[in-house]
């Protein structure tokens, strides 16, 4: 982050992008946790531009289209570029709260604006590349990434009026463990680097997020960062859209976090599917808030 000291914090309380309601309550258990007075805290100036107001239809499906919600998100990620494109202009560290990993449509779409070559860390247990085409489930949540490449229902690739937002080779998945057929032959195709979790078991943490940072500092100027809360093992993180079993650690992630500070190179980060329905006492929030800490620097001593 070098040395800006401001957070722009924008809240996006969205479940739409998927079938399990509680994620849109994501933002609100992480300002519970005191995420606003933990910045302060630790010397940042920071800005709460609130949250954006979801409207829900009753429509469900667009059987044409065989996407769950299709204009609903179209709207949001509509707006949600439009406010990180301001908030980015006015200068600070954009800071998105989420909802569902849907939301990535939208912040992407704002942030890609500002840079030539941006980066992007998806640190996810899934890889968020299924199309219409090879969706099981037609939830959108589960093809951000793949839209904000340029693959996907057109009215969401051109969300901010131009497409793509980034490119294969400026992607690194980390923490994959759950990839649906058509997600493998995608990322085969496209030559996406993709650490999965038996690349961290195998190799360790340390060396998968040096080689990481090392294949994007090069060719990017400016990494985003996009953290799913599945990512980590459900026996620390249990109040999240989509569990899956056998992933990172607690501690993993913390060191994940404090090497992408040491680095410095990301420079927008968005924090995702937290749901506090199914979470307890608020923990899987207390993990997100603790994981930004050290990504903006945080330090024991």
């Not at 982050?1 to 933002?27: A, E, N, Y």
């Not at 954006?52 to 667009?62: A, C, E, K, V, W």
């Not at 992407?108 to 199309?131: E, F, M, R, S």
Request: aromatic share 6%; glycine share 10%.
């Amino acid at each position: 982050m070098g040395t800006k000291k401001k957070i722009s914090v924008v809240g996006v309380p969205m479940d739409l992008g998927q079938i399990r309601r509680g994620v849109d309550m994501g933002p609100s258990a992480m300002r519970y946790a005191g995420l606003l007075e933990d910045l302060k805290g630790q010397g940042f100036e920071v800005i709460d531009y609130g949250d954006l107001t979801i409207h829900r239809s009753t429509n469900g499906t667009n059987q044409e289209q065989k996407i769950r919600n299709l204009q609903e998100v179209i709207s949001v990620s509509e707006e949600l570029c439009i406010k990180l494109d301001e908030t980015i202009t006015k200068g600070g560290f954009p800071l998105v709260l989420g909802g569902d990993h849907s939301i990535s449509i939208g912040s992407i779409a704002g942030i890609a604006k500002h840079y030539q070559n941006l980066g992007v860390i998806w640190y996810d247990a899934h890889a968020d590349l299924n199309t219409v085409e090879t969706s099981p489930s037609g939830n959108i949540h589960g093809m951000p990434l793949a839209i904000n490449l340029g693959f996907g229902h057109p009215l969401l690739t051109k969300i901010g009026d131009y497409s793509p937002k980034v490119t294969p080779e400026n992607i690194v998945i980390i923490g994959a463990r759950s990839i649906d057929e058509g997600e493998r032959t995608f990322i085969q195709e496209k030559g996406i680097k993709v650490f999965t979790m038996h690349e961290i078991d195998r190799r360790g943490m340390t060396t998968v997020m040096e080689e990481a940072i090392r294949y994007l500092e090069d060719r990017t100027d400016g990494v985003h960062l996009s953290f799913d809360l599945d990512s980590i093992d459900p026996i620390y993180a249990p109040g999240v859209g989509t569990p899956v079993r056998g992933g990172v650690t607690y501690r993993e992630s913390h060191l994940a976090m404090e090497l992408l500070a040491e680095a410095d190179i990301i420079t927008s980060a968005e924090f995702v599917e937290v749901n506090p329905i199914l979470d307890d006492k608020n923990t899987t929030a207390d993990i997100a808030i603790e994981l930004v800490a050290s990504l903006l620097g945080k330090q024991l001593l």
